[in-house]
T-cell receptor, first 115, second 116 residues
Framework: EPEVTQTPSHQVTQMGQEVILRCVPI?????FYWYRQILGQKVEFLVS????????KSEIFDDQFSVERPDGSNFTLKIRSTKLEDSAMYFC?????????????FGNGTRLTVT | AQKITQTQPGMFVQEKEAVTLDCTYD???????LFWYKQPSSGEMIFLIY??????QNATEGRYSLNFQKARKSANLVISASQLGDSAMYFC?????????????FGKGTKLSVIP
């Protein structure tokens, strides 16, 4: 079964450093998302992306965050200058339709630790 | 605002027994989707089952079924014949219209522990 893949599985970085989290969505999916889950808390929406543009972003997704689809397969999340509170599990997801009845398929996540 | 409530932070179930995980939701949308995801200790998020707001029949997927009561705005997950591998966090989520896309809003989750 096709799946969303994320790399790396774990990233440790120092505060103030830039990080790039990488994702390869399911190949025939057109809609891409990033979510994050701070340890012990609920999963929160960050951003949705379609047709090389951001469709929607949450309050969490401030100027320190950016997303890009640099080629036909990768979808990246960049955090320009990491803060301690950015430590979380980051999930990439993709969907073949932007509709209420279409599930999001998630990757295994990248655990980001900012020290 | 859309909201998902899971009132059971943790549940225990005996192996081979059935268990119900509760989920209530709040939305003013007419069209929405309800989903359950499983998150094992390894961290990945696994899609289990879906129920559409217009579906009249409850969804089933193997040992998983969704008890959908639209008037009560509840979408409880029923796991039959629990197995040790079912021990995990379970998240109820609703896909609904947002400002620019259909977002997925999650509940806080229920940690299920299956006892041998």
């Amino acid at each position: 079964e096709p799946e969303v893949t994320q790399t790396p599985s774990h990233q440790v970085t120092q505060m103030g450093q830039e990080v790039i989290l990488r994702c390869v969505p399911i190949s025939n999916h057109l809609y891409f998302y990033w979510y994050r889950q701070i340890l012990g808390q609920k999963v929160e929406f960050l951003v949705s992306f379609y047709n090389n543009e951001i469709s929607e972003k949450s309050e969490i997704f401030d100027d320190q965050f950016s997303v890009e689809r640099p080629d036909g397969s990768n979808f990246t999340l960049k955090i320009r200058s990491t803060k301690l509170e950015d430590s979380a599990m980051y999930f990439c997801a993709s969907s073949n339709r932007d509709r209420a009845d279409s599930p999001l398929h998630f990757g295994n996540g990248t655990r980001l630790t900012v020290t | 605002a859309q909201k998902i409530t899971q009132t059971q932070p943790g549940m225990f179930v005996q192996e081979k027994e059935a268990v119900t995980l509760d989920c209530t939701y709040d939305t003013s949308d007419q069209s929405y989707g309800l989903f359950w995801y499983k998150q094992p200790s390894s961290g990945e998020m696994i899609f289990l089952i879906y129920q559409g707001s217009y579906d009249e029949q409850n969804a089933t997927e193997g040992r998983y079924s969704l008890n959908f009561q639209k008037a009560r705005k509840s979408a409880n997950l029923v796991i039959s014949a629990s197995q040790l591998g079912d021990s995990a966090m379970y998240f109820c989520a609703m896909r609904h219209s947002g400002a620019g896309s259909y977002q997925l809003t999650f509940g806080k989750g229920t940690k299920l522990s299956v006892i041998p």
